[in-house]
């Protein structure tokens, strides 16, 4: 009898290098160093886009970020945020904590098992693998509503959908299902409902139209999109993002483009109570970065969007600081391009900062916020749609969820000839839709106390040298000890 041997492989082996140069990931969540608020701290070995997967992870939590110190030179990546929950509260819950320490550390595995309700905002139904399809192209009154209706006529079932509408452009992302069986959608018939959403969203294409804003108008199916049910809400935003991007909603032919150290808007300016966004770039040839300044009012998800755009774009992010207060944030990046140069045209940096503008206003919508919850049934959405459409509404933004037999319908509405939208219309609703809870909120209404001139008591902004000066000494001085 032959004797087989095989070499022995220590068990401990794998972890050799970890118990002789420390972890490759060390995060500390701190509620004992601030008073009102949550310090979460990142010590890691760097890599390309760590820093949005860190973002992302602490938004798909819904968690607000105050302040952040991030520097990632020398191989090596160290952040330390101060965060709340969306309550205004420390993060104290144990499973958040965890969740957080095990996503951001390097020990990632059972994640989705443990996290995957707590991870997602709009949760689809569990179904096998619903289809998604991506559509782009120039928005119109109504399209949306279009959309819902053709998928409703071709006998699907809209399982999960999220839209965005900016300078007249629609991207959209939807889950669809057979109407019948709630079963995955074969692929001839997949090819048959984009041919047809492609005629919707082409309808008003002439002979003149421009060739590339054809190109612009397509539907394609995603299949890298929630596999298996299981991908987060910044998922889904980071596409809508990308697919923003790639219709060039940032083109605005009426906005004027900012280069170099911006001034504040005259008190005088009948408009000051209006968000106010400013986006200047200026290099800095010493250490060869290009230093980008953002200072818009404060919102959620902010820092998700900027740096999700500046990832898409292709810059790398070495240092940045983030601070927010009164109402408003101000954030500063130093990047170059992956190609490790600064941006050297001023046509590249008109592009970076109408591209960082886009990024933020694609989700400030200043109209009236529409919520909508009823019982599941194939059409549901190309009604809601339809009623909105033909009372003069048009959809701004749209998240819509199924879940247990419910569907959840929010949307961001305002109204095609630039009137007030009747409110009492809106709770009319009810009537007109059957059994259906409607939840209006005048999104309008919501302004900040904060003027512009306590902006500049909070901080100015100065020049480059100052800047460039000031963001070492955060970066060297104000980590807070854990």
Not at 332 to 357: N, P, W
Request: aromatic fraction near 6%; proline fraction near 2%.
């Amino acid at each position: 009898m032959n004797r087989v041997c095989s070499p022995y492989f220590d068990p401990d082996f794998d972890g050799l290098a970890e118990r002789i140069n420390g972890p490759k990931c060390r995060v500390t969540i701190d509620n004992e160093s601030l008073e009102n608020c949550t310090v979460v701290k990142i010590d890691s070995v760097n890599k390309q886009g760590l820093l949005l997967e860190v973002v992302q992870v602490l938004t798909d939590m819904n968690l607000s970020i105050l302040k952040g110190y991030i520097s990632s030179d020398a191989g090596w990546f160290m952040d330390v945020f101060h965060v709340k929950d969306e309550l205004g509260n420390k993060v104290t819950n144990q499973r958040v904590v965890n969740y957080i320490q095990q996503a951001l550390g390097a020990n990632r595995e059972g994640i989705q098992k443990s996290m995957t309700g707590s991870r997602k905002i709009f949760k689809c139904q569990s179904l096998p693998e619903p289809r998604a399809i991506e559509m782009t192209g120039r928005d119109r009154p109504g399209l949306f509503s279009e959309i819902t209706a053709a998928l409703a006529d071709l006998h699907c079932n809209i399982v999960e959908a999220h839209a965005w509408s900016h300078n007249a452009r629609l991207a959209c992302v939807i889950y669809i299902s057979e109407e019948s069986t709630d079963t995955p959608i074969d692929h001839n018939r997949l090819t048959a409902i984009e041919d047809h959403l492609t005629t919707v969203l082409r309808a008003t294409t002439t002979k003149n139209t421009n060739e590339e804003n054809v190109k612009q108008q397509e539907v394609k199916t995603s299949y890298g999109l929630n596999p298996e049910g299981e991908g987060t809400v910044t998922d889904v935003e980071r596409r809508l993002h990308q697919l923003m991007l790639s219709v060039r909603d940032f083109e605005s032919p009426s906005k004027p483009i900012i280069v170099g150290s911006p001034r504040l808007i005259d008190s005088s300016d009948d408009h000051k109570e209006e968000k106010m966004l400013r986006v200047y770039i200026e290099n800095c040839d010493e250490k060869g970065y290009s230093i980008v300044a953002i200072q818009c009012k404060d919102r959620r998800r902010l820092m998700f969007d900027t740096v999700c755009t500046l990832a898409d774009m292709q810059y790398v992010i070495f240092h940045a600081s983030v601070d927010s207060r009164g109402g408003y944030a101000f954030q500063e990046y130093f990047i170059r391009h992956v190609d490790g140069y600064a941006m050297s045209t001023e046509s590249e940096k008109q592009r970076v900062i109408k591209c960082l503008e886009a990024a933020i206003e694609r989700r400030v919508c200043e109209g009236i916020r529409l919520e909508l919850c009823a019982n599941n049934r194939v059409g549901l959405l190309s009604d809601i749609t339809r009623v909105l459409r033909e009372n003069g509404l048009a959809v701004v933004r749209a998240d819509i969820a199924t879940e247990g037999g419910k569907a959840r319908n929010i949307f961001y509405l305002r109204d095609i000839s630039g009137n007030n939208i009747d409110m009492k219309f809106l709770k009319s609703m009810k009537t007109e839709m059957g059994e259906i809870d409607v939840a209006v909120n005048d999104e309008t209404t919501i302004t900040t106390t904060t003027t512009i001139s306590s902006m500049t008591r909070g901080r100015s902004f100065r020049s480059i040298g100052d800047l460039m000066k000031s963001q070492f000494e955060k970066l060297s001085h104000n980590f807070i000890t854990i």
